[in-house]
């Protein structure tokens, strides 16, 4: 059975750090590209980040450029999201999502539908 398990949530104040991981179980996806979004009360679900198979293109959503970092580990088949100056708009559940789409050594997607393994997600919150 494949599973994606996000973990590293928490709460914390504006202005605070934390790092998000997400190991995948059952199968490796190492040759695909992973992908962060979150979704808040009321809210779609929204693009945050995503990095292709070998970690060399990362994409983000503007309101997060700057401050999150996605990088992966190969060798643990994990998926990084490091969150740093953390404002309370960044408040949501995360979810790691894997991507089964091979379009080019570059690839990365930026849509929710691009993505077929979801994680179970994690609560971020940033307290003013």
């Known amino acids: 059975q494949v599973q994606l398990v996000e973990s590293g949530g928490g709460l914390v104040q504006a202005g605070g750090s934390l790092r998000l991981s997400c190991t995948a179980s059952g199968r490796t996806f190492s040759s695909h590209a992973m992908g962060w979004f979150r979704q808040a009360p009321g809210k779609e679900r929204e693009f945050v980040a995503a990095?292709?198979?070998?970690?060399?293109?990362?994409g983000y959503a503007d309101s997060v450029k700057g401050r999150f970092t996605i990088s992966r580990d190969h060798a643990k088949n994990t998926v990084y999201l490091q969150m740093n100056s953390l404002k309370p708009e960044d408040t949501a559940v995360y979810y790691c999502?894997?991507?089964?789409?091979?379009?080019?050594?570059?690839?990365?997607?930026?849509?929710?539908?691009?993505?077929?393994?979801w994680g179970q997600g994690t609560q971020v919150t940033a307290s003013s």
């Open positions: 990095i292709n198979w070998n970690g060399a293109n990362t």
């Open positions: 999502a894997a991507d089964l789409t091979y379009d080019g050594p570059s690839y990365y997607s930026r849509s929710v539908e691009s993505y077929t393994y």
